[in-house]
């Protein structure tokens, strides 16, 4: 993965769910979110006139990264899940897909890059909430409808 093209594309397009200046979060190991706001972090060897881009690849060297590509509502009554990102979906969920990836509140869903790799996990954070508690969830990986238009929104947005 090209993470500076990465995050360029991704943050080209995502005023619809997030501003870009607050699109990634950093993570701690144990999953809690930590600081969104790169533009202010100080350290990391970050200079004043690095970009938004510079100073999130500097981060990332000692620091999960996450970057939201969208948002997600689950209607429990009818099993529905409607996904906003570029282009919205409107899926309807089994009992079963429902249980594994439902949740009662409206979440982001993106990828968790790990500290100072290309390697990544696709998820979702309650960081909208923006409460003490906030944290990225993995999803797991299934075969069903929402898994793979999640999938596919993450693969359109990664640059190799």
């Keep these: 993965m090209n993470l500076s093209e990465t995050i360029k594309n991704i943050r080209a397009t995502c005023d619809n769910y997030i501003d870009p200046d607050l699109l990634s979060f950093i993570i701690d190991d144990d999953g809690y979110m930590g600081t969104n706001n790169i533009l ?3 350290g990391y060897g970050i200079t004043p006139d690095d970009s938004y881009e510079e100073r999130l690849l500097k981060i990332h060297e000692s620091e999960n990264v996450y970057l939201p590509l969208g948002m997600m509502t689950f209607m429990p009554i009818v099993n529905e899940c409607d996904i ?3 282009d919205d979906y409107s899926l309807q969920l089994t009992e079963d ?3 594994l990836y439902g949740d009662e509140k409206e979440r982001l869903f993106g990828i968790l890059i790990k500290k ?7 998820g979702k954070s309650d960081t909208c909430s923006c409460s003490v508690d906030s944290s990225f969830e993995e999803f797991e990986k299934t075969d069903c409808e929402f898994y793979n238009i999640i ?3 993450v693969k359109e947005k990664i640059i190799d």
């Design 84 to 86: 906003f990102s570029v």
């Design 116 to 122: 100072g790799s290309n390697e990544y996990l696709i």
């Design 151 to 153: 999938e596919k929104i």
């Design 97 to 99: 897909e429902f249980k």
């Design 40 to 42: 202010e972090i100080k």
